[in-house]
């Protein structure tokens, strides 16, 4: 709520509200009409947090600055866990930085889109019976939601 001051060292309060960018996605919050310049941000958790700002310029390059942060900072993910059952479970996302130089991590990113799409398109083309309700429905819209967001 406090505006920030580079010279005030961070308290500890400040350090446990922070909201980590890893992973992060910001984007323009267009189903949300109470207020004008609000942004979304849905962080590696999947929480979301709305921020409002002065002006649609100063929205879009708080958009543009916080996903570029998360693009260049954020580490691959770890392969999801593999268990018995054939439960969806979604990569571990790390918290710590990429040891890739900017090359590297581009190149990092554009294979992973394309293995996303790989995925999404595979998995759309199996969807669950109609007839199915239950576990397998909600585990494949999970499937789906996590994919598509990526």
Same mark, same amino acid.
């Given at each position: @709520?406090?505006? #920030?001051?580079?010279?005030?060292?961070?308290?500890?309060?400040?350090?446990?509200?922070?909201?980590?960018?890893?992973?992060? &996605?910001? #984007?323009?919050?267009?189903? #949300?009409?109470?207020?004008?310049?609000?942004?979304?941000?849905?962080?590696? $958790?999947?929480? %979301?947090?709305?921020?409002?700002?002065?002006? @649609?310029?100063?929205?879009?390059?708080?958009?543009?600055?916080?996903?570029? %942060?998360?693009?260049?900072?954020?580490?691959?993910?770890?392969?999801?866990?593999? !268990?018995?059952?054939?439960?969806?479970?979604?990569? &571990?996302?790390?918290?710590?930085?990429?040891? &890739?130089?900017?090359?590297?991590?581009?190149?990092?990113?554009?294979?992973?889109?394309?293995?996303?799409?790989?995925?999404?398109?595979?998995?759309?083309?199996?969807?669950? $019976?109609?007839?199915?309700? !239950?576990?397998? %429905?909600?585990? #494949?819209?999970?499937? $789906?939601?996590?994919?598509?967001?990526?």
């Amino acid at each position: @709520q406090d505006e #920030y001051k580079p010279e005030k060292a961070l308290s500890e309060e400040d350090l446990k509200n922070a909201v980590s960018v890893h992973h992060a &996605l910001a #984007y323009k919050a267009t189903d #949300y009409e109470k207020r004008p310049n609000v942004l979304k941000l849905k962080t590696a $958790d999947w929480r %979301v947090l709305l921020f409002q700002a002065q002006s @649609q310029e100063e929205m879009q390059t708080w958009i543009n600055k916080i996903n570029c %942060v998360a693009a260049v900072f954020s580490a691959p993910p770890f392969p999801a866990a593999i !268990g018995s059952q054939k439960k969806f479970s979604r990569p &571990l996302l790390p918290a710590t930085t990429t040891k &890739l130089s900017q090359d590297e991590q581009l190149e990092s990113h554009k294979a992973r889109l394309k293995q996303i799409f790989t995925e999404l398109a595979e998995h759309r083309s199996y969807p669950p $019976d109609k007839k199915l309700r !239950g576990k397998e %429905v909600d585990d #494949y819209k999970l499937k $789906d939601h996590y994919l598509e967001f990526e």
